[in-house]
């Protein structure tokens, strides 16, 4: 008969992950958490920095549409290199020997963009400098997606681990409506010198960037000596390093990334199959949520929004407008986060999906036929269908549904193909908008998220699994065949817990 300690030896219990003090439970959220708020902060917020610095270095007027779409794209290119080299690097020498070194590029390329030389600086010097330094931005950014994906998925705070994924990935829309709200509090408190000198303009943006720093700052030293998660010692190795006798290497990590996505057996074929799926899955959905975030600015003023008869009006209009519609991209975060151990990652995702292509395809049906408020009220449903299903989903599947030795990477793989989607869409939708309106550039958004509606079947459901469920493939089994095996572990544990303790016998006298 099973014992307890039998049950422990073969299952690692992610019971046992909890940290103890609400105080250690708070802190390591907001470590994991940082890069996600930096991410919303200077990414989400881009596209009204960008109206902010065509005003400062163009004499008033705004940046041509490619150079924009340049700048843009340069976070893009960035993250996608960081997605892969810090995933890697992750699974092959742990999270504790690469961890906090994303930040560091994530802050030196923000302070360099801050540091844009204000005067005898060309136009096309401005869009150098600052794509160049976006790109080192981004690397840290992108590095940052499967580190503190992995670390979430491993440790324990009391909550499930869907729910503390999709809670620290939360922080990216926090991210995005503080810099809003800043945003329009920073261009009221320089309302007097903008209209006096619209060149004043240049200390918003400048001061908004500075103040995205903060966080990670303050963070920098608890991510740089953050100690190795206890999967990562059980499933994969205690000893890594870049080079040495019995320990773990970058080899020994390709050699586990080569060994799991092969053809050579049934399984691994299925593999190969998950790791496409939400790749496809993440490069259709960010086509179109990073061609609305990116083109927030231009959205609004097209539909007519954020627009005024001043400058500093059309700037005041676009922060509310922003405020706006991130409040309802939170509360589809929110809602999001508990929906899948409710209905599952699959439903949650494809139903999105769907949804968001639906709505997207009204949108554009309807664009040149309705007042401002009804494309106002279109643009904040689907901002809460988008955020609520495949954002939440995209980014929590790819880190679930591959086992310890490869989550890294196969979620820095899934992200960086996101990415891509990322990159294109930042050229696309502001050309598709300005040169064929934007009823053109939404039909493309709604036709990509039908195409991510159908990858998302190739994922696998993982709700109710534990890690040691994952580590043995379970969630390639049959559904009937996975539900019984989750009730018959939920069993053996409610047996083991209710189990009198042993008597320990005492010696007779």
């Known amino acids: 008969m099973s014992t307890v300690s039998d049950y422990d030896e073969h299952h690692y219990d992610e019971e046992k992950e909890q940290v103890v003090s609400f105080v250690a439970k708070l802190k390591f959220f907001i ?3 940082v890069g996600f708020f930096s991410d919303g902060w200077l990414n989400g917020g881009f596209s009204y920095i960008v109206t902010m610095v065509g005003y400062t270095y163009w004499n008033g007027g705004s940046i041509p549409s490619l150079s924009q779409s340049l700048i843009k794209s340069g976070l893009s290119i960035g993250m996608i290199a960081g997605m892969v080299v810090f995933g890697f690097f992750g699974d092959a020498l742990g999270r504790h020997k690469v961890y906090g070194k994303e930040l560091i590029f994530t802050l030196l390329g923000t302070f360099m963009i801050v540091l844009t030389p204000w005067n005898n600086f060309s136009e096309q010097a401005v869009i150098s400098w600052m794509t160049v330094w976006r790109v080192v931005t981004g690397f840290g950014i992108g590095g940052d997606y499967p580190m503190s994906a992995s670390l979430n998925s491993e440790t324990k705070l009391g909550m499930s681990r869907a729910k503390l994924i999709t809670t620290s990935f939360f922080i990216y ?11 329009l509090i920073v261009i009221v408190g320089y309302k007097n010198k903008i209209e006096e000198n619209l060149y004043n303009v240049t200390y918003v943006w400048r001061l908004l960037f500075g103040l995205g720093m903060i966080p990670g700052f303050a963070s920098l030293y608890e991510r740089l000596t953050m100690k190795e998660t206890k999967p990562y010692e059980k499933y994969v190795s205690k000893v890594t390093g870049l080079t040495g006798e019995n320990v773990r290497t970058q080899k020994e990590g390709w050699a586990d990334f080569v060994e799991y996505f092969n053809f050579k057996t049934a399984i691994a074929r299925r593999h190969v199959i998950t790791l496409v799926s939400t790749a496809l899955t993440w490069f259709f959905f960010d086509i179109a949520f990073y061609g609305f975030s990116l083109n ?3 959205i609004l003023a097209l539909i007519g929004y954020g627009s ?20 309802f991209g939170i509360v589809g975060n929110l809602i999001g986060i508990f929906l899948p151990d409710i209905i599952g990652r699959r439903p949650q995702l494809i139903g999105g999906c769907l949804i968001c292509a639906v709505l997207y395809a009204i949108w554009a049906g309807v ?3 309705t007042s401002t408020g009804g494309l106002m009220a279109l643009f904040v449903i689907s901002s809460l269908f988008l955020q609520g299903g495949p954002n939440n989903m995209t980014f929590l599947c790819p880190i679930e549904v591959f086992p310890t030795r490869v989550r890294g990477t196969a979620h820095g793989i899934s992200a960086a193909v996101g990415k891509c989607g990322a990159l294109l869409t930042a050229f696309a939708f502001g050309y598709l908008s300005t040169n064929a309106g934007l009823a053109a550039a ?5 036709g990509v998220m039908v195409l991510a509606t159908i990858t998302s079947f190739g994922i696998p459901e993982v709700m109710g699994l534990t890690l040691d469920d994952i580590e043995n493939d379970v969630q390639y089994l049959p559904r009937s065949e996975r539900l ?6 939920i069993d053996r544990r409610t047996a083991f817990a209710s189990a009198p303790a042993p008597v320990e016998e005492k010696e007779a006298i």
């Open 484 to 489: 019984a095996h989750i009730a018959a572990r």
């Open 31 to 33: 470590i994991t958490s």
């Open 367 to 369: 664009e040149n036929h």
């Open 442 to 446: 939404i039909g493309l958004c709604s």
């Open 308 to 327: 005024g008869n001043t400058k500093y009006q059309s700037l005041y209009n676009t922060a509310v407008g922003a405020i706006i519609i991130t409040i």
């Open 173 to 183: 829309q926090m991210g995005t409506l503080l810099f809003t709200i800043f945003f």
């Open 296 to 298: 927030n600015s231009n």
